[in-house]
């Protein structure tokens, strides 16, 4: 059974239309990307599933639980990390954690060790006594996830977590929502840092202007871009006509002579790119260096989005 | 509208010009500020009117009365300038601090006096508007005869000097404050201390001072003694004297707001109260530390960590207006000087009826104040969460919305039983004066008041208006997006609901001979019941002997029911005024177990 389902969802503020009748399917363990420009919709959905807004149209379950009808029995199921941090400025980390400790109702026998456990995943023991206001924007970042974690929800649902965060506090994160990933948990994540969001989620979501733009693994959003892939290579001595032998291979769409290589461009549904290498080492070429390009999201984005908004 | 037309080369006027006429609040408040003008210049015109013919048809009696008229007219201006302009003003520059846009400001090439003058501008035009308002009025006025033209010149002058002079007094407020909310306290209470308070407090008990000196900077003085007499010459010399306190005080303003501007541009919240109360604590602790106390605690204030209720816990036990030893001594540092006051009034030389009036001024003043207290905290106990981003997090939690309003109001019980007590106290005082002048055979105001109605009252007071002041500020602060909205529309709505039965029930018995009919009419009022327990000069004296324990439980109870109506305003749609989607209902609740148990059948909410 999915852990998300939504079925055209429709979502107003007054006469604005934020969310425009997308669809979601998010089986058990998946980490799902959400990506779009700033006022596509992301928080208005995400903001549906953590029972904080009221929908129009269409309908949302969470764990086959529709949230509209009982939305007190979703909030045990979830964890919400706003796009802010959302912490208490005068406690301490441990008061902080207590506090949703007690608010989610956790036996009072557990919550110590509870405590402790989220603190290590987290890595702030050290921080334990320590002001929140003390604790740095990446630190309190790995707090909220602390505090998300507290009562071990089915669902994370985390909005820009690594926004405004510095390069080492955002690798923290992303490995810590690996280490999630790895537990079993799953994960809605919305986020502008593409290139993580495609190390980290399973399938990816794009949405534009309330829309959702296209749906999919990350393969599947690529083949359905037709986007092809580059590969540079250095061949060793002469390439003695094997350039315009590669140019007849089916799914090459053009060979470029640089000054120490050659790109290639490659249809992968054609060609893939093993049998590229073989194809070159058929023909004779002594291979120096073989090197696909990653194909980026950033590429997919905008190729799909118009940065058009509400 | 196109301002940079208007104000060529002014971008900052420009911009402050084009938002507000962007904003709806904006054409709110003028609206509201045209029905109060019209309401209340119509009513004295018909009063000034109704007493001129005394019941004679003869037209000819009217004629002339336009001067008195216009008189009115300005002094309600001038009113307006007082209430309105400082709470449009004060928020010129904290607006800009809060958005943490004053620095951009900076790096452009506006000069620091550029930046004032036009944030002044922007603010006084507004208020001018708000004085054009009054041109229909004039005319109507006017129509009547008897108005000099000095009246209408010196009337224009005064008004747009005073305006200048308490705009600049905001501006400068605006510039030494972090939030807006300060900004409007320190405008208010300046304005209250040199327009007239502190001079009249001085003239009052201190020495003589003279209205000249006591009323120094007032715009309305001058302008009364200057222009208002039509028959005498007007005196330039001494008008010019007269104006040195007003513009030099206008000067003044200025120039500390061009020092504020830039040596508190950029303030760090200070959480003054909180370290004075640690610091405190230290202090005891390293006192505690002897051999013959050996660290000994009286008072254990529970555990340290939450273990229930933990918004309730956050209320009392980590905010400094919530733990119990920080209200202790917050206690005794008001009940302290409001008993030495009390006690240096009634041993004071002077009658009985002048320590009753020193006494029912002191109540007075405390209730204002605790009032004021209880709306600001209670308005901004859900709004500031809100505002400090930190209310949809715990709205994600199992707590329902009922829950933690409850829990948020348990810190400010506290604090309302401390100033309670503190109110109490001065009760007890009047009480036992009260009593003291009945034995003695002399009677207070119109009759002999009963000491023990009086107590009962200020006890029911108490016990239902601070928490209807609580529950409505609360219930305002729930619906409000921003804290400071929430604070001055509570603050607002009270002072609203206090007053306007007040000002309309005098003007039944002053001008429309409603007699007791409209004295009942301030009783729809909350402050009406506290003036007639206070000043016992509402009601007549043969209704206030036969009906006073009626009145008194009957406005009492009709107020407690309003208590529940709010209550219930704010418990019954908890989340949907928190605005998060609501608990479903008992049996909703039921089926869902039902529905659960079918999918998945080893499941247990």
Redesign the interface.
Same mark, same amino acid.
């Given at each position: 059974?999915s852990v998300v389902k939504i079925e055209n969802l429709w979502v107003s503020y007054g006469s604005l239309h934020a969310v425009r009748g997308i669809s979601i399917d998010i089986p058990r363990g998946e980490v799902y990307g959400f990506i779009g420009p700033n006022g596509a919709g992301k928080s208005t959905t995400i +903001?549906v599933l953590?029972?904080?807004?009221?929908h129009d149209r269409g309908m949302v379950w969470v764990n086959?639980?529709d =949230?509209?009808?009982?939305?007190?029995?979703i909030?045990?199921t979830?964890g919400?990390?706003?796009d802010?941090?959302? =912490?208490?400025d005068?406690?301490t980390a +441990?008061?902080y954690l207590?506090?949703?400790a007690?608010?989610?109702?956790i036996p009072?026998k557990k919550r110590k060790s509870i405590i402790q456990d989220v603190l290590e995943l987290t890595d702030l023991t050290h921080k334990i006594d320590s002001p929140v206001d003390s604790l740095s924007r990446g630190m309190k970042q790995r707090l909220?996830l602390a505090?998300v974690l507290l009562h071990d929800p089915d669902l994370l649902l985390l909005d820009e977590p690594a926004s405004g965060l510095d390069p080492r506090a955002r690798i923290e994160v992303r490995e810590l929502l690996k280490e999630l990933k790895n537990m079993g948990k799953t994960i809605l994540i919305s986020s502008h840092i593409l290139h993580e969001l495609g190390q980290l989620c399973t399938r990816i979501g794009i949405i534009e202007q309330g829309q959702m733009v296209a749906q999919g693994s990350l393969d599947e959003i690529y083949q359905q871009l037709s986007l092809m892939r580059v590969v540079h290579v250095q061949l060793a001595g002469q390439s003695n006509g094997i350039m315009d032998h590669l140019r007849e291979v089916p799914g090459v769409e053009s060979v470029d002579e640089q000054i120490d290589r050659i790109s290639i461009r490659l249809h992968e549904d054609e060609t893939s790119v093993e049998d590229l290498h073989d194809e070159i080492c058929r023909l004779g070429g002594r291979i120096h260096m073989f090197q696909p390009e990653a194909m980026d999201m950033e590429t997919a984005f905008m190729k799909l989005t118009h940065g058009k908004t509400n | 509208m196109n301002f940079g037309m208007l104000a060529p080369g002014c971008p900052l006027l420009v911009k402050e010009l084009t938002a507000l006429a962007a904003r709806k609040r904006t054409y709110q408040v003028r609206a509201l500020y045209a029905v109060l003008l019209f309401a209340a210049s119509l009513a004295f015109f018909w009063a000034d009117l109704d007493r001129r013919t005394d019941g004679d048809n003869n037209p000819l009696l009217i004629l002339g009365s336009g001067g008195p008229m216009i008189q009115t007219l300005v002094y309600l201006q001038f009113s307006g300038i007082y209430l309105f302009l400082p709470a449009i003003a004060c928020t010129a520059l904290t607006a800009e601090k809060e958005r943490d846009a004053l620095s951009l400001l900076f790096l452009t090439r506006l000069g620091p006096w550029t930046i004032l003058f036009e944030k002044l501008v922007s603010r006084l035009i507004p208020m001018f508007t708000f004085l054009l308002l009054s041109l229909p009025l004039m005319a109507f006025a006017y129509s009547y005869g008897g108005v000099s033209q000095r009246q209408i010149w010196g009337a224009v002058f005064m008004l747009s000097v005073t305006t200048v002079q308490v705009g600049a007094l905001a501006l400068m407020c605006s510039a030494f404050c972090r939030t807006t909310v300060g900004a409007f306290l320190l405008t208010y209470a300046i304005a209250l201390a040199i327009f007239p308070g502190i001079p009249l407090l001085i003239d009052s008990f201190v020495t003589r001072l003279g209205e000249d000196v006591a009323c120094a900077f007032l715009g309305p003085f001058v302008y009364d003694v200057t222009f208002s007499n039509t028959g005498a010459a007007i005196r330039w010399g001494t008008f010019g004297i007269r104006m040195i306190p007003l513009l030099g005080s206008t000067l003044i303003f200025l120039f500390a707001a061009r020092r504020f501007l830039v040596t508190r541009a950029f303030l760090l919240p200070r959480h003054r109260l909180r370290n004075l109360l640690s610091a405190l604590d230290g202090m005891f602790h390293r006192f505690n530390q002897n051999r013959v106390t050996r660290g000994v605690m009286l008072l254990d204030e529970g555990s340290s960590l939450p273990e229930i209720q933990p918004v309730a816990w956050r209320e009392t036990q980590r905010r400094s207006l919530g733990r119990f030893r920080y209200l202790l001594r917050i206690f005794l540092a008001i009940e302290l000087p409001v008993v030495a006051i009390s006690i240096s009034i009634i041993v004071s030389p002077g009658g009985a009826k002048s320590h009753m009036w020193s006494i029912t001024a002191m109540m007075t003043c405390l209730w204002i104040l605790i009032a004021l207290f209880i709306a600001v905290q209670s308005s901004s106990l859900i709004s500031g969460e809100r505002s400090r981003q930190t209310l949809d997090v715990l709205l994600t939690t199992p707590l329902s919305g009922r829950e933690i309003v409850q829990q948020k109001m348990q810190g400010l019980w506290r604090v309302v039983w401390i100033l309670s007590a503190c109110l109490g106290t001065v009760c007890l005082i009047k009480m036992l004066l009260l009593a003291l002048v009945n034995s003695m055979g002399f009677q207070y105001g119109q009759l002999a008041y009963s000491p023990m109605r009086y107590l009962v009252g200020s006890v029911l007071a108490m016990a239902v208006y601070f928490p209807l002041i609580a529950w409505l500020s609360m219930w305002i602060g729930m619906t409000a997006k921003a804290a400071t909205r929430a604070m001055f529309l509570s603050i607002f709505v009270i002072a609203t609901w206090c007053t306007v039965p007040i000002i309309v029930g005098y003007f039944g018995v002053e001008y429309l001979s409603m007699g007791d009919t409209a004295r009942y009419l301030t009783l729809l009022s909350p402050a009406g019941m506290i003036r007639l327990d206070e000043s016992h000069v509402v009601l007549s004296v043969e209704h206030l002997d036969a009906h006073g324990w009626i009145i008194l439980f009957i406005n009492y109870a009709v107020y407690s029911m309003i208590v529940g109506f709010f209550r219930y305003k704010c418990l019954r749609h908890a989340d949907r005024n928190l605005q998060r989607l609501e608990d479903s209902s008992i049996r909703d609740r039921r089926l869902l177990v039902e529905e659960l148990q079918t999918v998945h059948p080893q499941s247990a909410l």
């Open positions: 059974m +903001k953590a029972t904080l807004l009221r086959g639980i =949230v509209s009808r009982y939305p007190r029995a909030r045990d979830i919400y990390m706003p802010f941090f959302g =912490v208490y005068d406690l +441990k008061e207590h506090f949703f007690a608010a989610y109702r009072q909220a505090r | -």
